[in-house]
């Protein structure tokens, strides 16, 4: 898949045996958003709620639920492609909660 050039590709695993994104998560992904970035949303789930995040992520992957976060962001690597030509690319997942502050500003060089 083609997308804009941006400095930021940012692939996302996620999890939820209940099949929802849950409000940590859309907090975690628009932090992630005011990167310049594309950012590739994979769940190991049908998702209920995915409306919630059809605006912050560039692609909704749902996945069957094998081979752990490694799958997810090789899924998400591979529908990119090209992902080499990013400045950087982030593996993250949503194990995680937060941000507490800027990530522009953890991030910057």
């Given at each position: 898949m ?5 400095s ?33 949303f ?68």
């Open positions: 083609k997308l804009p050039k941006k930021y590709l940012i692939v996302f695993a996620h999890f939820d045996v209940s099949g929802v994104i849950d409000p940590y998560v859309v907090h975690y992904l628009r932090a992630l958003k005011e990167l310049d970035c594309n950012l590739v994979v769940s190991t789930t049908v998702l209920k709620n995915k409306h919630l995040i059809d605006a912050l992520v560039d692609k909704i992957i749902e996945r069957e639920n094998i081979g752990y976060d490694f799958i997810s962001w090789q899924m998400g690597l591979s529908w990119v492609g090209a992902f080499e030509s990013y400045d950087h690319v982030i593996l993250c997942n949503d194990s995680c909660y937060g941000p507490l502050s800027s990530l522009k500003k953890l991030l910057a060089n």
